[in-house]
Nanobody
Framework: VQLQASGGGLVQAGGSLRLSCAAS????????MGWYRQTPGEQRDLVAV???????NYADSVKGRFTISRDNAKNMVYLQMNSLKPEDTAVYYC???????????WGQGTQVTVSS
């Protein structure tokens, strides 16, 4: 399976972006889907994750501003990012973990740049 992320771009502080990520095979089922982000020289950090049943978890830094959702029928995951801050600037990677697997599949990354 492959993941294709889209929706990144340049936005001013306070603006919004919506990231999307689609799995190449609609027949797969994923336990968890979510988003990580990474800045140069730093580790990849969790932003948000959503389970197949809809349980969500967020990094403290994005709570109240970002909303993760998924469409199980389409095997897609979304990240609505509001009130963006310059410190949200990063490459955002979507991931998906299939049931019974311990290693997730990663998307190619999409750049989000927030100007002050």
């Amino acid at each position: 399976v492959q993941l294709q992320a889209s929706g990144g771009g340049l936005v001013q502080a306070g603006g919004s972006l919506r990231l999307s990520c689609a799995a190449s095979r609609s027949s797969d089922r994923f336990n968890r889907m979510g988003w990580y982000r990474q800045t140069p020289g730093e580790q990849r950090d969790l932003v948000a994750v959503v389970s197949e049943s809809g349980y969500t978890n967020y990094a403290d830094s994005v709570k109240g501003r970002f909303t993760i959702s998924r469409d199980n029928a389409k095997n897609m995951v979304y990240l609505q990012m509001n009130s963006l801050k310059p410190e949200d600037t990063a490459v955002y990677y979507c991931y998906a973990l299939r049931w019974g697997r311990s290693t997730p599949t990663w998307g190619q990354g999409t750049q989000v740049t927030v100007s002050s």
